[in-house]
Each structure stands twice: as structure tokens, then as C-alpha cells.
């Protein structure tokens, strides 16, 4: 993966604290929000380059042992 380029960014400060709720609500980082905001608005405008590297996934990475999807979830043990 290429190196990620750091950036300063300097918000207004209740601009930051509505950006640092919505990443919390939907379980990203500020920094992940803000990307995510960026590439969504890049798309949406039409100039997404076509070489930019895909979003890293949200949470923590899998290790090479851990199953994908379980099929229960929340007691379910599904149909029955």
C-alpha cells in the first residue's frame, strides 16, 4: 500500500465537534470521517482518481484464524 500523505486541517472548532459525533455514531475515527467525507464528495463530483487505493476498512484487522461471518448472532442459531 502507498505511503498516506498527513494533512493539517484546521476547523472551526464546533464544525469539528459535529464531524468527531457523526465518525463516533458511525463507529470511525475523525480522521476516517474525514476521508470517508472527501472520497464520497470526490465520487458524487466525478474526479475519484482511478489509482486512488480503496479505503481501509473500518475496525480492526482479522487475524488469519478468526472465521468469517458467524452464523449466530445475538443467540440466533438461525432457521430452525
Do not use: C, I, Y
Amino acid at each position: 500500500m502507498a505511503e498516506r500523505k498527513g494533512v493539517l486541517l484546521r476547523l472551526d472548532p464546533a464544525v469539528h465537534d459535529a464531524l468527531a459525533r457523526w465518525a463516533a455514531d458511525e463507529l470511525r475515527s475523525t480522521n476516517a470521517q474525514v476521508e470517508f467525507l472527501l472520497r464520497r464528495a470526490l465520487r458524487d463530483a466525478g474526479r475519484m482518481p482511478d489509482d486512488a487505493a480503496p479505503q481501509p476498512g473500518r475496525g480492526r484487522p482479522r487475524s488469519a484464524g478468526d472465521p468469517g461471518e458467524r452464523a449466530s448472532r445475538g443467540g440466533a442459531s438461525g432457521p430452525a
